[in-house]
């Protein structure tokens, strides 16, 4: 099964990739995840996508289709797999599935998750996260532990560049400006399930699991 997670950031698609990934035992194809990963390690990839991610822009067309490209080769990918966070524009949705028809397989549904806007922003701009672990806390809702340090691996908890007011605005605005056609451009081939994001995490799950079938 293939699966594409689509929504703005801060609507719960990490947390919600993490029970779909463990119902449908697929890989978890996270682009957000590889760029910080290669970030973190001061690759030339990491390199080239880290003003783009810092500024809340998007990373080059061409940079996101090498990287997924590539990562798709793996064998774990073979009976299925979600991404998130890909595809974010028109060429790189085409792409996709130019690539999955050339293998004779495709899309079978793209989960659309929706929060009004104000309510991402206070997500987004509480978020914390482990740099380790990517364990992910809230200041309001779910405090991480005094002294910046991870309790479950040691790693410093951080707030991500990106998750800084002025660029929560900019990733808000490149969503619906670069990636928000995606929805008309999956609504026409009737993959799309909305789901209401504006609910407990439980709940959310709940309503992937029935529309996923
Ligand atoms: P995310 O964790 O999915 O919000 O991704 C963090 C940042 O990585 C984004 O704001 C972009 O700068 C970059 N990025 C991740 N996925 C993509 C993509 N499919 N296309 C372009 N840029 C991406």
Request: a negative charge.
């Amino acid at each position: 099964m293939i699966i594409v997670l689509l929504g703005p950031p801060g609507t719960g698609k990490g947390t919600q990739a993490a029970a779909i990934k463990e119902r449908f035992s697929l890989p978890h194809i996270s682009t957000g995840d590889i760029f910080r990963k290669n970030l973190a390690d001061g690759t030339p990839l990491g390199l080239e996508a880290k003003g783009f991610m810092e500024r809340g822009e998007l990373v080059p067309d061409k940079l996101v289709l090498e990287l997924v490209e590539d990562r798709l080769k793996n064998p774990d990918t073979e009976k299925g797999f979600l991404l998130d966070g890909f595809p974010r524009t028109e060429v790189q949705a085409t792409q996709l599935d130019k690539a999955l028809s050339s293998q004779g397989t495709g899309i079978d549904h793209v989960v659309l998750l929706l929060v009004p806007d104000e309510v991402i922003v206070g997500r987004l701009s509480g978020r914390r996260v482990c740099k380790s672990c990517g364990h992910v806390w809230h200041m309001d809702f779910n405090p991480p532990p005094a002294g910046g340090t991870c309790p479950d691996c040691g790693g410093e908890v951080y707030q991500r560049a990106d998750d800084m007011a002025e660029a929560i605005e900019n990733r808000l605005l490149v969503y619906k400006k670069e990636t928000g056609p995606l929805i008309s451009y999956y609504e026409a081939k009737g993959l799309i399930r909305q789901i209401d994001g504006n609910q407990s995490p439980q709940l959310v799950q709940e309503a992937i699991f029935k529309a996923l079938g």
